[in-house]
Nanobody, 115 residues
Framework: QVQLVESGGGSVQPGGSLRLSCTTS????????MGWFRQAPDSQRVLVAT???????TYEDSVKGRFTISRDNAKNTLYLQMNSLKPEDTAVYYC?????????WGQGTQVTVSS
């Protein structure tokens, strides 16, 4: 059983940066395609970035050039570096396999971008 734990969220002003982390207990995630998802209030959860086991990445258009997904397979940890944050980035951020496994959702980490 994989348990994913997200951390690193917070409140920042527009233009600020945050680095999210996703760690796991239980099975390794190093062999999986992993992703960061986000869910804004009254919106569906959407995929914003993915990374393969070998480090190939994809990004949703709204975060391209601002967000960077990475992973440390030795530490079984996934990261999301978020720069130039905008108010529309405000959401709860989650990590999961891609495609997402319903049983793997964690509690997420809140990111709030506001002046």
């Amino acid at each position: 059983q994989v348990q994913l734990v997200e951390s690193g969220g917070g409140s920042v002003q527009p233009g600020g940066s945050l680095r999210l982390s996703c760690t796991t207990s239980g099975s390794t995630i190093s062999i999986y395609v992993m992703g960061w998802f986000r869910q804004a209030p009254d919106s569906q959860r959407v995929l914003v970035a993915t990374i393969t086991s070998t480090g190939r990445t994809t990004y949703e258009d709204s975060v391209k050039g601002r967000f960077t997904i990475s992973r440390d397979n030795a530490k079984n940890t996934l990261y999301l570096q978020m720069n130039s944050l905008k108010p529309e980035d405000t959401a709860v951020y989650y990590c999961n396999k891609v495609p997402a496994k319903p049983d793997y959702w964690g509690q997420g980490t809140q990111v709030t971008v506001s002046s």
